[in-house]
């Protein structure tokens, strides 16, 4: 099935997998609806278009997911940049680079601080604030996913995403999992990262990007500190037990850069990172020293 524009595959093994993957396809299927705010089905398109509150526990834990890996990152990730992105056209084809007014007043628009959660309830401080959880939905997919499969006691599986990877267990002979990382500008893969029972997500600059006429390539994370599309990386991939915080903080530190974000990471308990810079230096966090095997590049 296609997931929020990626094609999933589940590879299980065991009695029980049929079955077990079957479930996890039909969760998956619901998650792509209620979590894409253009969908009419998802409680966020009534947000979005009639500031409508709504109450979903499920979108509304992510939501509270996503606050919290805002508040970690100093406001990297922020689920209200919608109007930006809009603005920056990654929605549709009229890609165009906008000029600086235009993007501030649209800015003016954006704010985490101005999202309420209270339980199962999420409602907006101003009218016009629209959330997008297109940077955070792909990990409660690959995290349900995985329960899915768990609870139907499948111990071994890999579902993958269009690259974004839960390892579920060993393989069926006892190794852990071997992720590649993707070359962000070409063919092939510049590292291996050995996990079990893990997330493996990646941001990147290199998924839906436009070349404007100066040749500058606007990606479409937004920096929500300055309403422009972010330009510090050229991907950065992360591993985390929980794969909501992992693509939360995939695309938080593809915002923050390999400086900022490393410095962030290393202080962050149980999240580690790979970046890779615009001219393809790698560097990555202590905590995957011995399960990372980097590639050299041509
Ligand atoms: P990802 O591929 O997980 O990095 O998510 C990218 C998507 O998240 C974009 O297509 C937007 O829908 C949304 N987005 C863009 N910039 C941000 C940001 N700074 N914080 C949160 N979501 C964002
Ligand atoms: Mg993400």
């Known amino acids: 099935m296609l997931l929020m524009g990626s094609y999933v595959t589940i590879t299980a093994a065991g009695r029980d997998a049929g079955p077990a993957i079957d479930s996890a396809f039909v969760r998956l299927e619901d998650i792509n609806r209620r979590f894409n705010f253009r969908d009419p089905a998802s409680p966020l398109h009534a947000f979005n278009l009639r500031d409508e509150p709504f109450a979903d526990r499920e979108i509304a834990a992510v939501i509270r997911a996503a606050l919290d890996v805002g508040e970690a990152g100093g406001g990297a990730f922020d689920i209200t940049v919608q109007p930006l992105v809009e603005l920056w056209g990654f929605y549709s084809e009229g890609r165009a680079?906008?000029?600086?007014?235009?993007?501030?007043?649209?800015?003016?628009?954006?704010?985490?601080?101005?999202?309420?959660?209270?339980?199962?309830?999420?409602?907006?401080?101003?009218?016009?604030?629209?959330?997008?959880?297109?940077?955070?939905?792909?990990?409660?997919?690959?995290?349900?996913?995985a329960r899915v499969l768990r609870e139907a006691g499948v111990g071994s599986a890999l579902v993958d995403a269009g690259g974004d990877v839960y390892a579920l267990g060993r393989r069926q002979d006892g190794g852990e999992w071997r992720v590649g990382v993707r070359n962000p500008r070409g063919g092939g893969i510049v590292a291996v990262i050995t996990v079990s029972d893990r997330?493996?997500?990646t941001s990147g600059d290199y998924e839906r990007a436009f070349t404007a006429e100066d040749g500058t390539v606007y990606c479409h994370i937004i920096d929500p500190r300055?309403?422009?599309?972010?330009?510090?990386?050229?991907?950065?991939?992360?591993?985390?037990?929980?794969?909501?915080?992992?693509?939360?903080?995939?695309?938080?530190?593809?915002v923050l850069g390999a400086e900022e974000g490393l410095a962030l990471i290393e202080a962050t308990g149980g999240v580690e990172a790979l970046f890779v810079t615009p001219a393809l230096e790698m560097r990555h966090s202590s905590g995957l020293a011995g399960r990372i095997a980097i590639d050299s590049l041509p």
């Open 226 to 254: 300055t309403g422009r599309p972010a330009r510090a990386l050229a991907s950065v991939t992360v591993v985390a037990e929980d794969p909501v915080r992992a693509d939360a903080w995939a695309t938080a530190l593809f």
């Open 199 to 201: 997330a493996v997500v």
């Open 97 to 145: 680079v906008p000029d600086s007014a235009t993007v501030e007043s649209v800015r003016a628009l954006t704010g985490r601080d101005r999202v309420v959660v209270k339980g199962d309830s999420v409602g907006k401080l101003v009218p016009g604030l629209r959330l997008d959880l297109g940077g955070i939905a792909k990990g409660q997919a690959l995290a349900e996913a």
